[in-house]
């Protein structure tokens, strides 16, 4: 039998493999990133429960405070400074769920809420802390290097020879002036699609395929959302010497994390079956939109809260036909 | 597409079924006392007509009822009434209500019987008054008066009979030792329904996790055009509603019943009865009952007697008391937990689970509901539970009805899901009751606001007719003052209609008033001066009302 605690355990088990290949090909800075984001997500979580006077163990063991405490950990840039981390994490538990009531009454993934806040707080830290891939290094920094460098210890001449954009970044703001095969030719892309970004997206997408046969989620969201995105870049941005192509698109970002463990994410979500359809679709469009015509290179964060928004008002219009009626009521009660 | 068609959600669990079939029906011995409830269905009261000290034969009526207010209820054994008394029925709250209690004589003696081979040829009313006569009520749980079900559907309009096998709760093994056993009996009690609705097909849907009764009733149907339809086992698709879309590809409307789509349901063990009532003349005294739990040392199934004390039979079946957690009536799903071992077994008593703390461990803490939607995709009903508990909890009644609240069969596979371990069934039972509680006092609500309108109403209408009254005066005396001719008074005043029923209110007060000084004359002589005053007032009036009436009497006839 599943049990809520135990549902969050293998959502976390799920984003394992995503992890090994983040730390197999960019280092240690997401290890030590989730690690230190559960701690501070659990810890604001204890704290804010004890003030508000509710059993502390009891919902602690839910393991929800270590699930966001380890998706902004794996969201959040490899190199980033601890300090913004922690911001991230406390803000996400503080902010966007115990403030709304806790477990299951918040509006907003509160992992995204603590990533918006810092994107747009610290921009040019969530856009330069990006690790660059260890095969491009000359010598890959070890744990205790790391740990420095986030820790804001290290040296800023060996913080920068380490870091830089991502993939998806690069390509968004060269492919103006340059055309795809010059863009491409930077070692970051690799000979596929963006090294090492293929085979974290391609690991969290086999951990999502593992919850989907769990029946941990379904298959509506990331279906939707996926086909969604494939479809705007199929619309809008077919031309590769003009806009970031397709592969990239699902392959390059956050976008498999986003569709398997960020959109998913039931509380936030919509409801019925269709209106996960509809959700998904949302976060793809509005992901392609911002990803194309904003100004940030990924925005997983933005397009899901801005989805979060619409949940109420999709749960109203998606309802399922209930046996023996002839069709499904809609809208508001009247 | 062909049967079995589909349900949507459904939940697979563990049946517990194997350890109450390991041997057959058993035949318990006759406890000390039966205590025969009045009322073991929906609808009325049986009348009881016996008395306490009367002796009844086995099968003799106890109670009386008539058609289509209730089913009557017959002596479970031949013995001695000691008591009508309010006794403990099985209700999940302990209620007590009226039971007749019986000391057997160890004889059991039959009543004499109305044997009837020939039974098929009976009319079709005497078939269902000898149905009601026999006290059949749905032995399925529900407990609806058979007859009456018959007649609702109202003959014609059935096409096809369902007869549900399908026992889809854990546990109980009632029907299915039932068919495997008496299949005849449940195939010829099936064949008087179907011809009584004159239906054009008839179907037996069973899960496919009762092979050997689904042998005995393929061999028990050759020949007789009777399909046996065997359903993956899927909690729960012995629901009404799900069996019907599983045999029929339909859906019964949310507002209707069956009969609007030509269907009509029995219980196998219904069909059974009804075949013993026709053909041997033998009314509803006893049902088979799965005794099981791992408090029991051997569970199985009983031919259980109605009135028999559930611990009896508890007992014979080897209960082990100190063990003993819960003690269920029905199934773990839909059943209810009894307040009282010593309740009786009544006609829907079809399953007793005596379980241990092993079996039945206290169900964690509820955690805080997610949304995952587990409990969606168990809906049977395609309802969004997790919205109805939302609104259920926040006691926003409303939309949990805009939802299809009511929709709800309280079957417990959202609740059996959740992962958060909350009890989601009885959230829609709280709010349905909160619901029809609300509905209760908006409709007397809804008549005190009525009553006060009315009463508004008439004592309006009595002021205007009042002051039209004295507007009629004034100006009766306006014109005799001016000294208008009678012609001009009779085309202007008004008729003589009117004045004649001024008359009569004159007359009316002067009356009154009367009265009310002689009781003034004997009672408060103080009162005595004002009323007399009053009743000059009125005598005045009435002259001048007759004197009125004379004028208009004149002016009109000359």
Redo the contacts between chains.
Sequence with gaps: ???????MQWVIAATLPGLLALTLFFGWGNLINVVWCTLVAMGTEALILALRKRPVT?FLS?G?AALTGVLLGLALPPLLPWWISLIAAASAILLAKQLYG????NLFNPAMVGYALVLISFPEAMTTNWAQPLALLDEAPGLLDTLAIIASLAEPATIDGITGATPLDVYKHEIGSRLASTVTADPIFGDGIARGWEWVNLAFLAGGLFLIRL??I?WHIPASFLGALTLMTLLFGYDPDQSVPVQMHLFAGATMLCAFFIATD??S?A???KGKLWYGAGIGILLYIIRAWGSYPDAVAFAVLLMNFAVPFI?YYT???????RKP?RG??? | MGRPFDFPGGIELPDNKTQSLQSPIRQPSLPDHFAVPLLQHIGEHARACVQPGDTVLKGQRLADSDRGAGVPVHAPTSGTVTAIEARQVPHPSGLEDWCVRIEPDGRDQWTELADCPDYAELPVEEQLSRIHAAGIAGLGGAGFPTDAKLVAGDGARIRTLILNGAECEPYITADQSLMRERPEAIIAGARIISSLLGAEECLIGIEDNKPEAIKALQEATNGTGIEVVVVRTRYPSGGEKQLIQLLTGQEVPHDGIPADIGVLCQNIATAESIYRALRFGEPVISRITTLTGKALERPGNVEARIGTPIIHLLNEAGLHEDNLKRLIMGGPMMGFDLPSITAPVVKGTNCLIAGTADEFPDSPIPQPCIRCGLCEQACPMELLPQQLYWFARSGEYDKAEDFNLFDCIECGACSWVCPSSIPLVQYYQHAKGAIREQRREQEEADRARLRFEQRQARLEKEKAEKEERRQARMEARKHKASGATPESAASSGPDLETLTRRRDDAREKVDEARAKLEEARETAPEAVTKLERALNKHQKRLDSAEQALANAHESSTE
């Design positions: 039998m599943l049990t809520t605690g135990r549902i009891f839910d929800s806790g477990l299951g009454s029946k941990i379904t039931p509380v979500a409801t019925s079956n749960d309802r399922p036909r209930t046996y023996g009626h009521e508001l009660p009247s």
